[in-house]
């Protein structure tokens, strides 16, 4: 059981590059999550998905695009990254699909846009 | 907007000493707090959590505190270890239809464990 994992581990873009960060997760949650985590800052919501074929925006959508492909996976796309999206992305996933539940984060994606 | 937040930045601790890690919530309308440690190059680990219906909840070597009076909820890690050092998150869940999933972080407190 591996819970949250996350591809790549590491990236590094240039500016209007564009990338799609992968996440999967085998508990059998419904809810998926992404977030982003800057230096001495809490995480921040980007987007979340209920469940399976729906997806909502969190507190910092803009530049982002997510995708449910299933139950297991969720995946962010940048599509024209820019400085200001350096940061380390971690998605997570809970067991609720409409109410508050524990969620699980992956290992996170260390991503620097040049 | 409201916000979650921690009274100290950083935290150090003697080895065998206990540790009281805190946090101060604005939104009385939260029903829900978790907390979580994260360790350097890791994801948030979850810790324990506790609902507003209580004031206290226990797990292995820890203690959630909740006073929804003053609106503080407190860490508690008994005989901390070396291990232990990390940076904690409390978390607050509105859980409302509007806020549903959206987990307000705290920045974090770093807990320096000395031997």
């Known amino acids: 059981n591996a819970g949250v994992t996350q591809t790549p581990k590491f990236q590094v873009l240039k500016t209007g590059q564009s990338m799609t960060l992968q996440c999967a997760q085998d508990?059998?949650?419904?809810?998926m999550y992404w977030y982003r985590q800057d230096p001495g800052m809490g995480l921040r919501l980007i987007y979340y998905?209920?469940?399976?074929?729906?997806?909502d925006k969190g507190e910092v959508p803009n530049g982002y695009n997510v995708s449910r492909l299933n139950k297991r996976e969720f995946s962010l796309r940048l599509e024209s990254a820019a400085p200001s999206q350096t940061s380390v992305y971690f998605c997570a996933s809970s067991g609720a699909s409409g109410g508050a539940e524990t969620q699980y984060f992956g290992p996170g994606t260390r991503l620097l846009v040049l | 907007g409201e916000s979650v937040g921690l009274h100290l930045p950083t935290l150090s601790v003697q080895e065998g000493d206990n540790s009281i890690i805190n946090c101060a919530y604005s939104n009385s309308a939260s029903d829900y707090f978790i907390w979580y440690k994260q360790e350097s190059g890791k994801g948030p680990q979850f810790i324990i959590d506790i609902r507003s219906n209580m004031d206290k909840r226990q797990g292995q070597r820890v203690t959630v505190l909740l006073n929804k009076t003053v609106k503080h909820l407190s860490l508690q890690i008994a005989a901390t270890q070396p291990g232990d050092s990390a940076v904690y998150f409390c978390?607050?869940?509105?859980?409302?239809?509007?806020?549903?999933?959206?987990?307000?972080f705290g920045a974090g407190t770093q807990v320096v464990v000395t031997p």
């Open positions: 508990m059998n949650h419904n809810s």
């Open positions: 998905s209920a469940s399976e074929g729906t997806t």
């Open positions: 978390a607050e869940d509105q859980m409302t239809t509007d806020s549903w999933g959206k987990l307000q």
